[in-house]
């Protein structure tokens, strides 16, 4: 579990839009300013490290993955993705980010399938947390729209 101490919970507020850093690391990423995008999220992710805050740390590792896949660098964001998804290894949720960045940054459609069975692992593990996670049902019901999403995407037979 996330350390919560009082330095913890400064960072993780400041791994939001409240920090000056993030936002520019935002709209960097938006602007497909991609240098300084990762700039300021290795920063940021730099600065969760040294305060042991998983929460925000999990949440930047993210964020730069999807800044590097969108970038062109796909091994890089794989190894952030996958990062991200072992700071919390029973819930689900690094791992539907994931999927969801495989359908947009990644344009690997072929990968989603078997990290949605991984997050559908964790979800039905005796490990899961239902007090420290969203309701499962939110869980299940974003399976299935990722599935509707690579159905529709899918070549015509």
Excluded at 82 to 101: G, M, T, V
Aim: overall charge negative.
């Amino acid at each position: 579990m996330p350390c919560k101490s009082t330095a913890t919970e400064s960072y993780y507020k400041n791994a939001s839009m409240n920090n000056p850093d993030y936002r520019a690391a935002v709209f960097a990423a938006t602007a497909n300013d991609y240098a300084a995008a990762r700039v300021g999220f290795e920063k940021l992710i730099a600065q969760s490290r040294d305060a042991g805050d998983n929460e925000s740390l999990g949440f930047l590792l993210h964020n730069l993955g999807e800044v590097e896949a969108r970038a062109g660098y796909p091994d890089k964001a794989h190894q952030l993705y996958r990062e991200a998804a072992l700071l919390d290894p029973f819930s689900p949720q690094p791992l539907l980010f994931y999927a969801q960045s495989l359908i947009k940054a990644f344009a690997a459609p072929n990968l989603v399938e078997s990290v949605l069975q991984e997050a559908e692992q964790r979800l039905n593990s005796p490990a899961f947390d239902i007090q420290q996670e969203l309701p499962r049902s939110y869980y299940v019901r974003q399976f299935e729209l990722l599935r509707e999403e690579l159905r529709r995407a899918a070549p015509a037979p």
